[in-house]
Each structure stands twice: as C-alpha cells, then as structure tokens.
C-alpha cells in the first residue's frame, strides 16, 4: 500500500483465497479508516470481481490489458490486485 494524490494504492496483491486476500484488505482498510483505498482488480479472476463486490468497492476506473505475442501463463486465481498503471 502507497499514498497515492488521493488515498491509497495498493497492488499488487497476491493470495490462496478469496477469505485470505479479504482480511489483508480489510488490515489495509483498518491502517487508513478516513481515507480512499484503491485496488486495480483484475476482471479474469472472478473472486477478485466477488471480493470488490462483498467489501462495497465501486469501480472508478476501467482498463484493458493488451499483450504483444501470447499472454503470459498466469495463476489468474491467486490475483486480487494487479500491478497498478503508477508502478508499470
């Protein structure tokens, strides 16, 4: 997590489960209670989409990611949080 021009960022954000990438949003939360928290949840994952959903996240910002040659062999199910824009 980062301060970002508003609130903060985090990303990227890695975890077994669903339950497990929750309680580490949820202690994010708890680390910045007055403040924005921004997570870049990939849409290919759809526990990240539930979680976004069950921790009332709204999306503020949509993007699409674009490869030259094959998409790299990922574990999209452990992504919660991609490497956010700022970083690269």
């Known amino acids: 997590m980062r ?3 508003s ?7 890695f975890a077994d489960s669903i339950d497990i990438a929750a309680r580490i949003v949820q202690s994010l939360r708890d680390a910045c209670p ?7 949840a ?6 990240a989409s539930e ?12 993007c699409v990611r674009m ?12 992504i919660f949080g991609i490497t956010t824009l700022e970083i690269g």
Not at 7 to 13: A, M, Q, S
Not at 34 to 40: C, E, F, G, H
């Open 3 to 5: 301060r970002c021009l």
């Open 51 to 62: 979680l976004c959903r069950q921790m009332a996240m709204q999306e503020v910002f949509g």
């Open 42 to 47: 990939p849409d290919n994952n759809p526990a």
């Open 7 to 13: 609130g903060w960022k985090v990303g990227p954000l």
């Open 67 to 78: 490869y030259h040659g094959p998409p790299p062999q990922l574990d999209h199910a452990r």
């Open 34 to 40: 007055d403040d924005t928290l921004y997570v870049d």
